[in-house]
């Protein structure tokens, strides 16, 4: 079955550029779309489609797309970035979707 | 203003069933592809199951295929998850949506457990 595959975690003190990674299969011919989950919350989504940002969401976070690999940037991370981060995309059929493993982000 | 109102969760024993519903409002549901996913606690989150807009298709997680079956009524703006032969490691939050998934429901909790 399909994978998308993250880092564990990420960790960047306040202020620099966090960037979390997901790599699969089908990403050169699918959109991806990055969720933020702070402890006790439903997610929230941060890029949807490799690049397109919410209302809402802050200009730091930004999204990119090459080859087999999604990429979620933050730029000037702040404390309160602090979450757990998840990509999700579908397989090359379209049907079948899948999250990625999660990515615990550390900014201290 | 979407709603995504989750219910049907509880306390059921292994080998038991449960339907959950998925009442949802504010954009045309008919108009979506709908989607279940779970998140068990203090894991990730899952992708479930899906069904095209009029129900012609429904596609599944393998851990979950020929146990679950999603279904929908676009007369009610329904969506529902019929979970037989459930499992301890169905035990999770279940929750509604759409891609891009940019609305979520609170999420109902189904526990498998004797």
């Known amino acids: 079955s399909y994978e998308l595959t993250q880092p564990p975690s990420v960790s960047v003190s306040p202020g620099q550029t966090a960037r979390i990674t997901c790599s699969g299969d089908?990403?050169?011919?699918?959109?991806a779309y990055w969720y933020q989950q702070k402890s006790g919350q439903a997610p929230v989504l941060v890029i949807y489609?490799?690049?397109k940002r919410p209302s809402g969401i802050p200009e730091r976070f930004s999204g990119s797309s090459s080859g087999t690999m999604a990429t979620l940037t933050i730029s000037g991370a702040q404390v309160e970035d602090e979450a757990d981060y998840y990509c999700y995309s579908p397989d090359s059929s379209g049907n079948h979707w899948v999250f990625g493993g999660g990515t615990r982000l550390t900014v201290l | 203003e979407v709603q995504l109102v989750e219910s049907g969760g509880g306390l059921v024993q292994p080998g038991g069933s449960l339907r959950l519903s998925c009442a949802a409002s504010?954009?045309?549901?008919?108009?979506?592809?709908m989607t279940w996913v779970r998140q068990a606690p203090g894991k990730g989150l899952e992708w479930v199951a899906n069904?095209?807009?009029?129900?012609?298709?429904?596609y599944y997680v393998d851990s979950v295929k020929g146990r679950f079956t999603i279904s929908r009524d676009n007369a009610k703006n329904s969506l529902y998850l019929q979970m037989n032969s459930l499992r301890a490691e169905d035990t999770a939050v279940y929750y509604c949506g759409y891609t891009p998934f940019d609305y979520w429901g609170q999420g109902t909790l189904v526990t498998v457990s004797s």
């Open positions: 069904i095209k807009q009029d129900g012609s298709e429904e």
């Open positions: 089908a990403l050169p011919k699918k959109y």
């Open positions: 489609e490799d690049s």
């Open positions: 504010g954009f045309t549901f008919s108009n979506y592809w």
